[in-house]
């Protein structure tokens, strides 16, 4: 099997250079099956592996094959080689799983763009690149995918170039990223380095495994916190996230696949990937959790204001991705992987219905102008309901297990903190506020928007509902996975991950004994001993106010329409605030990007211009002067010059005469 | 007889030939008068080899005589097509009118 | 390999002399002739040079392909040539790059046709002489030859400021040839002080022991003359001035060979001769490396012309390309050699580039463009792949270079590794940025809404661009197969070196002197 792993990155790629290289000259529906059946049958290759994985002893399911030599240069040696485990497999999964669908549905949002091959070029060079940073067998690779992957949303994120706001955002999107990868690159460096002066000199992660300890507990923290640097940029988390919003000007499907599914959850599955160097740095985790609860709770109150509803789910996602740092954070990357594919399945529907709805409303996308298109585009409005009840963590979907995993985990592991749980609480009830505010707004109420626009709804084809349909099944059955053992379930994909992820962290007597950690210490032993209530009462918490949040919202928006109204009128100069997302946009415009400007405006006046020119210039005009001097002595008269010849030959002659004498 | 005259006054002829050639060249305007001078000057030189090679009984004064007599004929054919270039352009070969190397 | 006795170099570098007399007796009216011809000539020498590539043992350390004939024995001038893992990549380099230059001249140019290809193979004669000559005295004067053509080409075929530009450039350059020519002569005298030999040969020299402080002028006097052609900040005003006035194919070349000089300069000569000055001197030249990364890549975010925006990038990753260099590790030097190739072939391009978007507009202002994608999306294509290259996406050339160079660095030191990483973030701003103001947006201006997309020639030499980025981006052991026994070799010795001087200074005696790992390839064949 190991020999076929290099079919999953293979078969986009080939669809890759296929459509791109057609120039424009073949048909729309060529372009459409060779771009999904890449995909297709990449996902076929993953599925393959997968039950082949099924039927192995847990310790046999690692499949790694080197391909060729890329950088060899003395003690470095990258070789291109894939490495196949459950972490990855499931990744591969949602990614050709969930990119198949999105492809599939582009198919029909797409269908009338004039960059229709181009889209597909771009998006199969995406899953390609996906592919990549998923299945490299080392740190090198993962960075070509991770770039690669960046490079491909902003090549979409751009896509309709001629929209200003569209080429910033994709720019934007590519600088931020870069700024991430600044530390991941020097992560890489340090941790080449670092291990090499141990005398091991590699960046592959099947030697960097076993070779981890050689490393002391400050060198993993510093290399980690670079690591997460990396992600905090992919991931957009505080204070790189600012990119992740403007992203919104692609094509919805490309906000689907790569702004929720699979792209922006690279940071987490890198996390993962390196946990054994993350467990070894607790420091480095406690931030991951803080930076994810904190992301989660501010991203969500942004979520509030905004009309846009491309931006809302963009900020939705943001949190989210904030709640799987708070699982990889606090130790339970499995929590974090299974949260990062239910997510994948329950945001990329939504993102899909959102492009649905913006397909029947002929592009708008501000909700102030929608309402009451739950009976017009009802398949539409079903998927999309269940996904809002999936994200709002409802008991029997998706979301529910993974978010309620993270929370538990986040309150019981040993790397965790109440404080953590109880962010991660609240920004569940508000991410239930705002998903459903937006549900409402949309799909109930009255129609707000013009009769033209009112005249043309209609439901999607039924390409673009199709995959809606399955991606809802998904939302709901995708859960199961992972159903813990309090509800009588065996938390299936924790026991499936374990090989790469290590054993689940109970050990809470294990942890540093910090003033505020002993206090829940003695509770978590009370846990292990006495059974799971803790855990139930805490599952139930989340749920009452994920419900209470739903009843907000309802309250709000669907009741009393008017109290929204009342209520920023009261709170004015907060809702601006809020609704200009804390400006931090402009703050970072006004200080990083003004900044850098006026200083290059600086030392390009006074340095280059004022004293690296001046001096050069300047020398040439001293020349000139001194020659202005010396020219007065050419006057041109032959004779005059003779007359110095003989001049000089007598002084000559005189010296030589006189030189004996004297 | 020749022999007779001490060397000392051949040298002496030729460093008043020599003078006069280069006052000359320093002081006339007519660039024909100039050139006339120059020759003077070299054969004053001339002059002065020639003595110092029979005063040494050596051959090597007489060729560097022949050399400069060769050098002396070349300048001549240069010089004069110099000064009919000049004169074609400037319509005089007074030498105070022709500063074009003026710095 | 009785075929390496055959004198590859001596033929590379007269044969495009041998074109350039012939040309001499062209009918100046056969414009598409003298084109043609001048095509073929320069494919002729790429042909010939490929060779070298088959032939080069890369298992041997040291020179290869080595000729000798002695040229003023009494003064120990000879005429020798020879090269090594660095010099073999960047001779293939100058005939590739001049083959593409041709191509690219071929609507651009229209006066003076005759004399611009003449001055064309006259440059690429004097580029592989200064790459292949081991004796100072010869390298010298090739070094000096390329000043002339370059400045012809610039006065000439130049831009509205031509003149100013020439003459700055060559100014610029002989102050600082003139120096490294007074420390040859001083080094000269020195060896012959020592051994009582008079020899201008390099392989010789290198055995000399310089006493410390004579090794510092020296170097400084090599270095300053180096470090002006490579330009490092702050000697690097010359060439954005340079870069704006020269006609395309000159862009290509200056950037893509004659910078490289500079930095080969360093590696061949300055180095090597005055190692201890060379490792006393990292933290200056890493400083000024780092400066020009960062100082560079905020002048780009400054500029209004494409073409000087290229230019400044140019100093940005010439920076690398010294940093790797004073990295003193594998890794960084390597990086170093391969950046080289890199800047020559994504830098080239991108000049390429702007001379396609320049003979249809006639305009280099960033501003007279926006929206050309519309007009000329395959052109859009080229563009792009090329400006990724540019800031090193990984997968493309540019990626294998920086990212050996700074892992180079930071292995040495951490701070500048860390420092030099900061131009990744900068570089992608400048030229993402500069690529979006012309690139994308609304058409604005009515000209630009009727431009025709790239023609057959302009895609033939984009494509071999292309073709090179992901080549060397994705297989890069093809180049690196023949610097790597080099590479290590050159590291070897000049670190022996080092540390031999600094034994001799501990010790106020004299050590023994470390064997020469930098020694020529004996040719087989007596008789040659």
Known sequence: ?662 | MLQDIPHGFYFILSGILFTIGAIGAITRRNAIVIFMCIELMLNAVNLAFITAGNALSSMDGAVFVFFIMTVAAVEAAVGLAIFITIFRLKGTINADEVNLLKG | MTDMNFPFLSVLIFFPLLGAIALFFADRKQVRFIRIFTLVWTLLEFAVSLPLYWYFDETWNGIQFLERMDWFPEWGVSYLLGIDGISLLLILLTTFLTVLCVLCSWKAIEQHVKEYHITFLFLEMAMIGALSALDLVLFYIFWELMLVPMYLLIGIWGGPKRIYAAIKFFLYTMAGSVLMLVAILALYFHYHHETGIYTFNVLELYKANIPLLKQYWLFAAFAFSFAIKVPMFPFHTWLPDAHTEAPTAGSVILAGVLLKMGTYGFLRFAIPLFPAAAFAAVPLISILAIGGIIYGAIMCLMQTDVKRLIAYSSVSHLGYVMLGMFAFNLQGLEGSIYQMLNHGISTGGLFLIVGMIYERRHTRMIADFGGLSKPMPVFAAFFMIITLSSIALPGTNGFVGEFLILLGAFRSNMVYGILATTGVVLGAAYMLWMFQRVMFGQVKKEENRKLLDVDKREAVILCTIVLFVFLMGLYPKMFFKKMDATAAGYLEYVKGRNAFYSLATADQKTTEMPLLAYAAKPTTDKGY
Not at chain 1, 550 to 579: C, G, H, Q, W
Not at chain 1, 582 to 596: N, P
Not at chain 1, 637 to 642: E, L, R
């Open chain 1, 1 to 662: 099997m190991a020999d076929y792993i290099w079919l999953i990155p293979f078969f986009p790629a080939v669809g890759f250079l296929i459509n791109g290289l057609s120039c424009n000259k073949t048909s729309k529906t060529f372009v459409s099956w060779v771009a999904c059946g890449a995909l297709f049958f990449s996902f076929l290759v993953s599925a393959a592996i997968f039950v082949n994985f099924l039927q192995l002893p847990a310790e046999g399911r690692i499949f790694e094959k080197d391909v060729f030599d890329w950088i060899v240069s003395g003690e470095l040696a990258v070789r291109m080689g894939f490495k196949i485990d459950a972490l990855s497999v499931i990744m591969c999964l949602v990614v050709t799983g969930v990119g198949f669908l999105i492809h599939v549905y582009s198919v029909g949002y797409m269908h009338d763009d004039p960059g229709f091959t181009r889209y597909f070029t771009y998006l199969n060079l995406f899953v390609f690149m996906m592919l990549l940073l998923v299945t490299g067998n080392n740190l090198l690779l993962m960075f070509v995918g991770w770039e690669g992957v960046g490079l491909c949303s902003y090549l979409l994120i751009g896509f309709w170039y001629e929209k200003d706001s569209a080429s910033n955002a994709g720019k934007k999107a590519f600088i931020v990223n870069r700024i991430g990868d600044f530390g991941f690159l020097l992560g890489i460096f340090l941790l080449f380095v670092s291990l090499g002066t141990q005398g091991v000199w590699t960046l592959k992660f099947s030697e960097i495994q076993p070779n981890a300890h050689l490393l002391s507990v400050p060198l993993a923290t510093a290399i980690t916190m670079l690591f997460f640097v990396g992600a905090v940029g992919k991931s957009a988390q505080i204070p790189l996230y600012v990119w992740l919003p403007d992203a919104m000007e692609g094509p919805t499907p490309v906000s689907s696949l790569i702004h929720a599914a699979t792209m922006v959850t690279a940071g987490v599955y890198m996390i993962a990937r390196l946990n054994f160097l993350y467990s070894m740095a607790p420091d480095t985790l406690f931030v991951v959790a803080l930076i994810g609860a904190l992301t989660a709770i501010f991203a969500a109150s942004i979520g509030f204001a905004q009309y846009d509803i491309k931006k809302v789910l963009a900020y939705s996602t943001i949190s989210q991705l904030g709640y799987m740092f708070v699982g990889v954070g606090v130790g339970a990357y499995a929590a974090g992987i299974f949260h990062l594919m239910t997510h994948a399945f329950f945001k990329g529907l939504l993102f899909l219905g959102a492009g649905s709805v913006m397909h029947a409303m002929s592009g708008e996308l501000d909700m102030r102008n929608m309402g009451g298109l739950r009976k017009k585009i009802p398949i539409t409005y079903w998927t999309f309901f269940i996904a809002c009840l999936a994200i709002a963590g409802i008991p029997g979907l998706s979301g529910f297990f993974s978010k309620d995993e993270i929370l538990w985990k986040a309150f019981s592991s040993p790397h965790g903190h109440p404080g953590i749980w109880l962010l991660g609480t609240v920004a569940a009830g508000m991410t239930a506020f705002y998903m459903f505010r937006l549900l409402f707004r949309t799909f109930f109420g009255e129609c707000r928007a013009s009769d033209e626009v009112k005249h043309h709804i209609h439901e999607s084809p039924k390409i673009m509902t199709v995959p809606l349909i399955i991606l809802a099944a998904l939302s709901i059955a995708g859960g199961y996975l992972g159903v813990p053992h309090i509800l009588g379930g065996g938390n299936r994909i924790e026991r499936f991950l374990e090989p790469v992820l290590g054993p689940p962290q109970h050990a809470v007597a294990t942890r540093d004994m910090s003033i505020t950690a002993s206090a829940w210490a003695s509770v978590g032993a009370e846990e292990a001993a006495g059974g799971g209530s803790l855990e139930l009462i805490l599952m139930a918490t989340s749920v009452l106010i994920g419900l209470f949040g739903i009843y907000l919202a309802y309250l709000f928006y669907v009741k009393n329409p008017e109290l929204p109204k009342r209520f920023t009128e009261r709170f004015r100069s907060l809702y601006r605030v809020v609704n200009h997302k804390y400006y931090v946009d402009e703050f970072y415009e006004a200080i990083f990007v003004r900044g850098l400007l006026k200083v290059g405006g600086g030392l390009m006046r006074v340095v280059d211009d004022g004293m690296i020119e001046g001096s050069v210039n300047g020398t040439g005009s001293l020349m000139k002067r001194m020659g202005g001097i010396i020219r007065l002595i050419e006057t041109g008269y032959v004779q005059a010059y003779a007359f110095g010849i003989i001049v000089g030959a007598i002084f000559v002659a005189g010296y030589l005469i006189m030189k004996p004498i004297m």
